[in-house]
């Protein structure tokens, strides 16, 4: 065989992007990842650790739903579904910004600026208005100082083309500095590096329960906010107009579509969204404000957002399984005395095969057989 004819032989293995991908297949290939993941978690649970895999995916959902008692368990379930509502408000806000491929890495800032905005109105307002007047002023100025925190980066990324991914992941930081000096600033009690439980006695611009629900509201909230941004990005003119921009801006300019003014526009709508998560956390969920609000979950939020695709319904089944993943892995560290870091692996390894298989999804694996390379 010649030279040319081995320069030209095809690879053994090659990979090659999908056309398109099937409902049937998709559903296929997810459902095999997991199952693929669930048995590798159980040969390093009885390998490294030697305790019964069954037990430890057991624990695994007592930490997320379970309890001693009904009662207990119900409470759990309720803060996996707070929890849940949490990361997704935030997933949510981060997706018109990602299909316009605008890399909103800032989300951990825009929610703390709206904490820090809830915060101060809880605490300089929480005496002088009524209930539904402060919770009225405590989410308009969240909202509001998330929006600023996000139009920063999208005036300077529409004008002078600067790279939104440094410039939102470096205002996180600022964004932090800033919680902190509030914090110093509200400590309470005094020398306690903390602000301590905000209105503890009043409650005042706390969410109300409804039904007898403490987290209903949070869920109410959430799920309006994610009804209306999937109808906003799929059956709206501005939604269209992120999508062309998403694909090509040189595209948008040629069909007569502002660039800038979607760019602006669309941080505006994904800050005052996170601003929004913010208002949850603070005045629904820990009725405080430190550096730890957020927690990671804004950046947890972008693996929301991809695997999702975008849309914001299948963003609630993605954020339900992250959160539990998270929370059975605390139970599993407790009712067995694992370090943190056992656990942390345990979490790891379902979460690779989630993602490995949306790369199944898009892509697949050709093996040229060898009866094909010899008659070539």
């Not at 695994?60 to 929890?83: C, E, L, N, P, V």
């Not at 929004?276 to 957020?294: E, K, R, Y």
Request: glycine content about 10%; some cysteine.
């Amino acid at each position: 065989m010649s030279k040319e004819d081995n320069a030209v032989r095809e690879p053994f293995m090659r990979i090659a992007k999908r056309g398109s991908t099937s409902m049937k297949r998709a559903i296929g290939v997810r459902l095999t990842g997991i199952i693929l993941a669930l048995i590798v978690s159980a040969l390093f649970i009885y390998f490294v650790t030697g305790l019964d895999p069954l037990a430890v995916y057991g624990a695994m959902f007592q930490g997320a739903f379970g309890g001693a008692s009904a009662a207990a368990a119900a409470r759990r379930s309720w803060i996996t579904i707070r929890d849940t509502m949490f990361l997704l408000t935030i997933a949510v806000a981060l997706a018109p910004a990602f299909k316009m491929r605008f890399w909103n890495i800032g989300a951990e800032g825009q929610v703390l600026m709206g904490g820090i905005a809830t915060a101060g109105c809880m605490i300089y307002l929480g005496d002088k208005l009524p209930t539904g007047l402060l919770l009225l002023v405590m989410f308009l100025s969240s909202c509001i100082s998330g929006a600023v925190w996000g139009l920063i980066p999208a005036i300077f990324k529409s004008k002078w083309n600067t790279n939104e991914t440094l410039f939102t992941l470096m205002m996180n930081y600022v964004a932090m500095q800033l919680t902190s000096y509030c914090v110093a600033l509200w400590e309470n009690p005094f020398g306690s590096n903390s602000v301590g439980i905000i209105n503890q006695n009043t409650m005042a611009g706390w969410f109300p329960a409804i039904a007898g629900k403490t987290y209903l509201l949070n869920v109410l909230i959430t799920l309006v906010i994610t009804v209306g941004m999937f109808f906003y990005m799929t059956k709206s003119k501005h939604g269209y107009e992120i999508s062309v921009v998403g694909e090509s801006q040189e595209t948008a300019k040629y069909a007569g579509i502002s660039t800038k003014k979607v760019i602006i526009r669309t941080m505006l709508i994904s800050g005052a969204i996170c601003g929004l998560a913010g208002f949850m956390g603070v005045a629904g969920i820990d009725h405080t404000i430190s550096t730890n609000t957020v927690g990671g979950r804004g950046f947890t939020a972008i693996i929301v957002a991809w695997l999702a695709k975008f849309n914001t319904f299948t963003m609630i089944l993605i954020s339900a399984l992250l959160v539990f993943l998270n929370r059975g892995a605390a139970e599993i560290a407790s009712q067995f005395s694992l370090n943190e870091f056992a656990s942390d692996i345990i979490s790891g390894i379902i979460l690779f095969f989630i993602l490995g298989s949306e790369f199944f999804c898009n892509y697949k694996v050709i093996f040229q057989h060898k009866n094909d390379q010899e008659g070539k």
